[in-house]
């Protein structure tokens, strides 16, 4: 909940924004507001005073506190406030180290550049991508790798194609990663969604639809969960591929954000999968370039010559030139040294924007709270759709994400708001979002039709 001189504060701008506090307009007295907040006079004053600090309002010594006619002006000259973009953040990615690789990859690789390479991807990358791999506690050889171009690509070869069960039906966590919801009604496969929330799935709910709907695949995002940020516990992880084997049906696992995992104990659904059950998705697009478009699927044997084939019905082979550079560049140790830096980058700004929240969000949302990766989402009140909120956000220039779009139909919410950290600036997150909060509280207002003269008026 938050301290009552937010809320104050909150109270404030809410006047300020609707019209009913003007530049120049004297604010109500400290008695007046203490008794009507029912708080102590330090409480208003500490609130007046964090009013005065944002320039917002001023103090006439021996005559009260008035607004600043700065206010809208402020907020129509703000710069872009961006939690929508979901690529790396430009700051840390490592140009010059890659243009070096690029340039020796144009030497070393000149052949290759102007013929076809392997359709499974240039052996020599598949050595140092496995031995990337088992830093993530994923143990596998070069021969049931494939070098795709980027995740989305695996995802939809994924859905398009037969698997060894014979099964044709799709199970996915509602909410998900919009790009297989795209591939899925591209392709028009039977799909069932399961609820996921910061608490996980219901096993027994899971276990019910593997064993009566004929699930050829379930797609998982086990860690840093895009929209949620949820991360599943290693028990959790065994369950569900344990149960996958007693039903069999395969897992599509993910781990698109694994490399940022602060728990070294915390380990892939593959790495509890002997059997081939679990197909393991990793690409670099988060962390790294994403224009590259670079990934790898590590496949049960079985399948891998039948991905190959739909892959070659659909680019041939990845660029040749993406992949000798990316082999240098691993093959180097600048990887490692990239990775560690945007691993505290992307720490440091999930727990700025988590105590930005907890401070200043109504409390009558709620919001996710993973310790690192790309994504938090805050639930709002039930009368305040996230579209509102966008196209109100939009207007100042800031920018958050509608998860409406990460639903199946049946599962569709409209009050679930995605914040990704990964391209707005540390100094940005604490202003966006009480920008946000505002908003938030607006539109809530509004709905309960709560007008200024609903408010304290002296």
Known sequence: MNPKYIKIMEYIKLRLEDGSLIAGSKLPSVRQLSEYFSCSKNTVIKAYVELEKEHLIYSVPKSGYYVVNEYQKAMEENEVIDFL??????????????????????????????????????????????????????????????????????????????????KNNILIEQPTYFGIIESINLHQATTFGIELSMEGIDLDRLEYIFRNNDIKFFYIIPRFHNPLGHSYTNSEKKKIVELAERYDVYIVEDDILGDLDP??????????????????????????????????????????????RYK??????????????????L??????????????VYRTKMQLLQEACELLLPANTSFS????????SISLPENVKAKQVVQM????????????????AEYKKENLVRLCISQVNENQIKPGVERLAHCIALID??????????????
């Open 85 to 166: 973009s979901a690529g790396p953040d430009k700051n840390v990615m490592p140009y010059v180290e890659f243009q070096h690789c690029m340039n020796q990859a144009i030497d070393h690789y000149k052949e290759e550049l102007f013929t076809y390479s392997d359709q499974q991807g240039l052996y020599s990358l598949r050595v140092q991508l496995v031995k990337y791999l088992q830093n993530l506690q994923v143990f596998t050889q070069p021969e049931r790798l494939a070098v795709v171009s980027g995740s989305q690509q695996a995802l939809n070869l994924l859905v398009s194609m037969p698997f060894p069960n014979g």
């Open 263 to 308: 728990n070294s104990k915390s380990d892939p659904l593959f790495s509890f999968d002997p059997s081939g059950r679990v197909i393991y998705i990793k690409s670099l697009s988060k962390i790294f370039l994403p224009g590259l478009r670079i990934g790898t699927v590590v496949l049960p044997p079985l399948m891998i010559n039948n991905f190959l």
């Open 312 to 329: 070659f019905s659909s680019d041939f082979n990845s660029s040749a030139l993406s992949q000798g550079a990316l082999e240098i560049y």
């Open 445 to 458: 207002s509004r709905k309960n039709h709560i007008t200024p003269n609903n408010f304290l008026l002296i």
């Open 331 to 344: 093959k180097s140790g600048m990887f490692n040294s990239h990775l560690k830096k945007v691993k505290e």
């Open 393 to 408: 956000l939009n207007e100042q220039h800031i920018y958050v994400d509608d998860a409406s779009r990460m639903f199946l």
């Open 369 to 376: 709270k993973p310790n690192s990766g790309f994504y938090l």
